[in-house]
Each structure stands twice: as C-alpha cells, then as structure tokens.
C-alpha cells in the first residue's frame, strides 16, 4: 500500500525559508509513471498546487511560486523535498505531498498533510 | 494561473441527484480530457473520485459519475447519503504544464 508522509517543522518565521519532506514508502519513487507534487491549502481555504517534480529531477511550478520556490528528489531516500524561500503570513497552510500520474497529472494518492504556520 | 470556477455550495436531500459544475477554458478543462474530482471531508486528506473527466478509481461508489462539455465540467452525485456530506475540488492539467485546482464546493445533505 503506497503512502506518503509529510516531516518537517510546524513554525517558520516570516522572511525565512519553509521546508518540507515527503517520505514514501511502499513503492519506488523512481519510476516513469508518475509526478510528485506538493499542494498546500490555507485554513478555511482551497486547494492550490505547488510544483512537481519527476524522479529524474525534472520540475514544473505554478508561476504564483514560480521566484520562490524549489522542490528536489532524494531517489535513494525515496523522498521528495519543498523549500519555499521568504515566507509570510499568506503562505501559513496546511501542506501536502501527492502522487500525480505521468500523463494526465491527477493527484491519486495524498499525504495526510502537516500544518505550517508562518508567524514570528 | 486563474483558478477553476465552482459554486460556492450545493445541497440535496438523501437519496436525491446533485450536480458540481467545474467551469476552466480551453487551455485546461476545454482543451484535455484530464479532469480529476477529489472530496475532502473536515480535517482530512482529499480523496481522488474521478480521474480523466468520466473514470473512477477502484474502491469509489459508482454513485459518482463525471462528464465534460466544452470548457465545463461536471460531478454528479446520485442516491444521496449523509456520508457525501463534504468539500468537492475538481482540478484539470493545463497547457503550460501546470496542475490547476477550482475553489471548492461544499456539498450539505439536507
């Protein structure tokens, strides 16, 4: 059963840099068949997609992150990592890490996701 | 990237057909057929529903069924049940190689 688990701290201070790993286990994170992404969600708000990210190091951003954002693979860790650089309090949400098929980009499997609070 | 439009809210009785539109334009839903539904309940990690605009993952209810015209898509819900009761997300691929989602729509059984 394949599962994605999101680590890392819950406070950033606003100006600093977010961080994030997803940790996956229960199948390869090497494989041609999908996307990994990060999606975050503000509180009593929606969904909004990150970026992507293919085992071969390949990346996609929404270009609202576009300036601000990295995300990077770890194929011997099975893991996938986000950073977003200059926080503020707009970027306090709840983020999660998703497996997206290759082709048509659908988020099938979600993380259970981690709250992030951009406060000083 | 714009956001998908849904309405705000929808509602129905238990047992009753409710329908979720998902309005984008040709450079996304209008131009792929690779709309996806996800149903998040409070607190918890979204759900996939549909993928590919009709298609249900294994394990979903067959009371959810998806279609596509135009630029417009749409989750139906028939044989209400209190259980549905949730936020509905649809999202497309677009064609600058971006996921977009919509607003949300949150579904009450009456």
């Known amino acids: 059963q394949l599962q994605l688990q999101e680590s890392g701290p819950g406070q950033v201070k606003p100006s600093e840099t977010l961080s994030l790993t997803c940790t996956v286990s229960?199948?390869?994170?090497?494989?041609?068949?999908?996307?990994w992404g990060w999606i975050r969600q503000p509180p009593g708000k929606g969904l909004e997609w990150i970026g992507s990210i293919y085992y071969s190091g390949s990346t996609n951003y929404n270009p609202s992150f576009k300036s601000r954002v990295n995300i990077s693979v770890d194929t011997s860790k099975n893991q996938f990592s986000l950073k977003l650089n200059s926080v503020t309090a707009a970027d306090t949400a709840v983020y999660y890490c998703?497996?997206?098929?290759?082709?048509?980009?659908?988020?099938?499997?979600w993380g259970q996701g981690t709250l992030v609070t951009v406060s000083s | 990237q714009s956001a998908l439009t849904q309405p705000a809210s929808v509602s129905g009785s238990p047992g009753q057909s409710i329908t979720i539109s998902c309005t984008g334009t040709?450079?996304?839903?209008?131009?792929?057929?690779?709309v996806s539904w996800h149903q998040q309940h409070p607190g918890k990690a979204p759900k996939l529903m549909i993928f590919?605009?009709?298609h249900r993952p294994s394990g979903v209810s067959n009371r959810f069924s998806g279609s596509k015209s135009g630029n417009t898509a749409s989750l139906t819900i028939s044989g209400l049940q209190a259980e549905d009761e949730a936020d509905y997300y649809c999202s497309s691929y677009t064609s600058s190689n971006t996921l977009v989602f919509g607003g949300g729509t949150k579904l009450t059984v009456l």
């Open positions: 590919d605009v009709s």
């Open positions: 040709s450079s996304d839903i209008g131009g792929f057929n690779y």
């Open positions: 998703a497996r997206q098929r290759f082709l048509e980009w659908f988020p099938g499997y």
């Open positions: 229960g199948g390869p994170i090497s494989t041609s068949s999908y996307y």
